[in-house]
């Protein structure tokens, strides 16, 4: 946690009104529904920000939307938090009862209920896991581009509260770019469904939109409904070191201004290089300074070829080293776990450690991470960074020890005024949970922060959705 880590917004309920709805809530959903076993709270008292361990007071697995409606209903009359969770791999604290009261699982709530094809559409319960969505949907044909990093253990419902990203997004866009309708359920126990099938419409508010990247604070998803895509018949990757980290994002910066648009521009510094080296079989140069992870698609193979060509010369031109091209699925594959392992293992190899998760103009970027390594110098402690370099995406990887934690904090402090100096955000794609509460004021005023305050008020006048995550109350 950072200074701006701020709790706000909530306190833990007296043991009277738990008592109270655990009563009501057994007697409403069924014996044994409402769990209070220790290692059933301990099971659901962490997810990936690394904040620590809160455990709330129940947990409880909701098994379908009327479940939900229920839970939400007694709670509000009760006052008691609740914390919705999917697959528990939020970065930002966001699925933490950091106020006790029940955390309400949607992990059975897993299932697709309609695949259309013919209308590029599929239905689905919020708990799916991400990747077993993507094989379902490429097994029918089609392609659900949303592809944070996490996907083997994130929930859809929880892509869509936090409106998640991931390396295809530079091409594709993000979630909400994907998310046609949404049924949710209001924090008085009102089932919604806001939305539509269709690609177009204008009927009334965008709810549903709003109810993307809301973080489980308005309400829960319970349903939603997906827009997919044609699924692309050819993929080139390409992993291509260099000497130092601005010949990297500078190669990236020019392969967006050559016209080529690759699905996915990934970006590696020569720290997170290092922690990737420990983690995948695959030699990877001692003395690259940077890395980019380069994948193209579309419907024809001599163009993809003929871009990668023009990627290579390039890179070239800013002195590019060893380029390493996938032959086959098993070696994309090979060359994709270099990116995705570098989370993992800096996690690993670095226990004292602050993720921030910034976006800048593009343009910005090579000198924003030469500013980023400035600041690590000046505070005395070490900065990773890597990312989605094509949209300006990049995550900040601050590693102390124990007696540098406050220059640590320091650091986080300037890399977020970094972005904000540079017309970027605070809040890339993992959202605000608690971690960037206090951060919003760096980028938004009082007035629009206090129309979301207001907002948050509107939606939720009990006060117990998601307590001190996103708005400070
Ligand atoms: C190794 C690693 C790599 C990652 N890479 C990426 C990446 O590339 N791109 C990216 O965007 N993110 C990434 N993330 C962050 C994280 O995986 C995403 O934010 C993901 O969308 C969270 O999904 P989840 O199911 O785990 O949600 P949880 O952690 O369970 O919850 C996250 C938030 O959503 C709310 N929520 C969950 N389900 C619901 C629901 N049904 N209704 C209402 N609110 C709900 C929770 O209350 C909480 O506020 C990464 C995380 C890890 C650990």
């Known amino acids: 946690m950072t200074s701006h880590t701020k709790l706000s917004g909530g306190s833990h309920p007296p043991r009277a009104r738990l008592d109270r709805i655990f009563h009501s809530l057994e007697g409403a959903l069924g014996t044994g529904m409402v769990l209070s076993a220790k290692e059933v709270l301990e099971t659901y008292a962490e997810d990936d920000s690394g904040f620590g361990a809160f455990q709330p007071d129940f947990v409880i697995r909701a098994r379908n939307t009327q479940d939900v409606s229920i839970i939400l209903k007694e709670a509000s009359r009760e006052g008691v938090p609740v914390v919705p969770r999917g697959g528990g791999t939020g970065r930002v604290g966001g699925a933490l009862a950091v106020y006790g009261g029940i955390v309400l699982s949607l992990e059975k709530m897993n299932r697709i209920t309609a695949i259309e094809n013919e209308n590029f559409l599929a239905r689905v319960e919020p708990g799916m896991i991400l990747e077993k969505f993507h094989q379902s949907i490429e097994e029918a044909g089609l392609f659900y581009p949303p592809d944070p990093s996490s996907l083997d253990s994130c929930s859809v419902g929880g892509n869509v509260a936090c409106n998640a990203g991931g390396p295809r997004a530079l091409k594709y866009g993000v979630t909400s770019n994907y998310v046609l309708g949404a049924e949710f359920v209001l924090p008085d126990g009102t089932i919604l ?281």
């Open 193 to 473: 469904k806001t939305g539509r099938s269709t690609v177009k419409g204008g009927a009334g508010y965008e709810l549903h939109k709003l109810i993307v990247g809301s973080e489980g604070t308005l309400g829960v998803i319970t349903g939603i409904t997906f827009k997919l895509v044609a699924k692309p018949s050819h993929i080139e990757t390409a992993l291509i070191t260099f000497p130092t980290a601005r010949a990297a994002l500078q190669s990236s910066q020019d392969i967006m201004k050559s016209g080529i648009l690759p699905r996915s521009l990934e970006f590696m510094d020569a720290l997170s290089l290092a922690a990737a080296r420990t983690k995948v079989p695959r030699q990877l140069p001692e003395t690259a300074g940077g890395c980019l992870l380069v994948e193209l698609d579309g419907s024809s193979a001599d163009t993809l070829l003929e871009e990668m060509g023009r990627v290579a010369e390039i890179c070239d031109k800013h002195g590019s080293g060893e380029a390493l091209v996938a032959q086959d699925e098993a070696q994309r594959r090979d060359l994709w776990t270099v990116r995705r392992e570098v989370a993992p293992a800096l996690r690993e190899m670095h226990p004292c450690r602050v993720s921030e998760d910034i976006v800048v103009p593009r343009a910005a970027l090579a000198g924003i991470v030469d500013e980023l390594q400035t600041t690590a110098t000046k505070h005395g402690i070490k900065i990773a960074a890597f990312g989605h370099s094509g949209d300006g995406n990049i995550h900040v990887t601050v590693l102390y020890d124990e007696p540098t934690r406050e220059a640590a904090d320091a650091a986080c402090t300037d890399t977020l005024r970094l972005a904000v100096k540079h017309g970027g955000t605070v809040a890339g794609e993992h959202g605000t949970g608690i971690q960037k509460v206090g951060a919003l004021a760096l980028e938004q005023s009082a007035e629009l922060l206090e129309f979301q305050r207001g907002l948050k008020k509107y939606f939720d006048p009990a006060g117990i959705m998601n307590p001190g995550k996103v708005v400070a109350i």
